[in-house]
């Protein structure tokens, strides 16, 4: 069974430049999860879709980050503009939610470098 | 907010010796609890989770915890130490409530193992 997919797997731009990752689930996954870890530091969510429905997007910078999960299927997350302090890398989870202890698998993850 | 604390950053053993990495956590309800690992430029991957079942959890690579609510710890241990165990250590709860699905990590603990 094929894991979660991101890409691309590293991106360096220009502060004040578009950025995009895209992430391809687990099939039958119905839940998705975009998270950023800076260095040094655990993972922090960024927002979580059920289905097509963002569910939570409490801690989405939404001044200049969005997302979408179009056909609850794929995602794209997206910065504009970025950045200095977006450096980071941008990690992709999905599960399969039901009875709540549901484990969350991850991507390899985009290393954003932003100069 | 649920959260969760990881004593020492970097933790040191030889080869054969005892693994000991160290959460505690803050819940006001029965957590769910994990261990992931990181290796570099990879994704997490699970480790053990602990859904209020068996206090002692096994997990894979030889690596168990266990669960003591009276000191809200999610100690994470390995009996004997190999050097392909050498990596990045995450301890998360998941989250409850409207942030249900959501997992908080702790800032991570790197293991080294040397010969």
């Known amino acids: 069974e094929a894991g979660v997919v991101q890409s691309p797997r590293y991106k360096i731009i220009e502060k004040k430049q578009p950025v995009a990752f895209w992430c391809n689930p687990i ?3 119905n839940t998705l ?18 289905n097509e429905e963002a569910v939570d997007d409490s801690q989405l910078p939404k001044d200049r980050f969005s997302a979408e999960r179009l056909k609850g299927v794929d995602s794209t997350l997206k910065i ?3 950045e200095l302090g977006d450096s980071a890398v941008y990690l992709c989870a999905s599960s399969l939610e039901e009875a709540g202890s549901s484990e969350q698998y991850f991507g390899p993850g985009t290393r954003l470098t932003v100069t | 907010a649920q959260s969760v604390t990881q004593l020492g950053s970097h933790v040191s053993v030889s080869e054969g010796a005892l693994v000991l990495l160290r959460c505690n956590y803050s819940s006001s309800v029965p957590p769910y609890l994990f261990w992931y690992v990181q290796y570099p430029n990879q994704g997490l991957q699970l480790l053990l989770k602990y859904t ?3 206090t002692l959890v096994k997990g894979i690579n030889g690596f168990e ?3 003591k609510k009276s000191e809200t710890s999610f100690h994470l241990t390995k009996p004997s130490a190999h050097m392909s165990d050498a990596a990045e250590y995450f301890c998360a709860v998941r989250e409850t409530g409207t942030s249900y699905g959501k997992l908080t990590f702790g800032q991570g603990t790197i293991l080294t193992v040397h010969p």
């Open chain 1, 33 to 50: 999860y975009w998270y950023r870890q800076n260095l040094g530091q655990g993972p922090e969510l960024l927002i979580r879709y059920e």
């Open chain 1, 27 to 29: 099939s039958g996954h």
């Open chain 2, 65 to 67: 915890a266990e669960f």
């Open chain 1, 80 to 82: 504009q503009p970025a």
């Open chain 2, 52 to 54: 209020s079942a068996a």
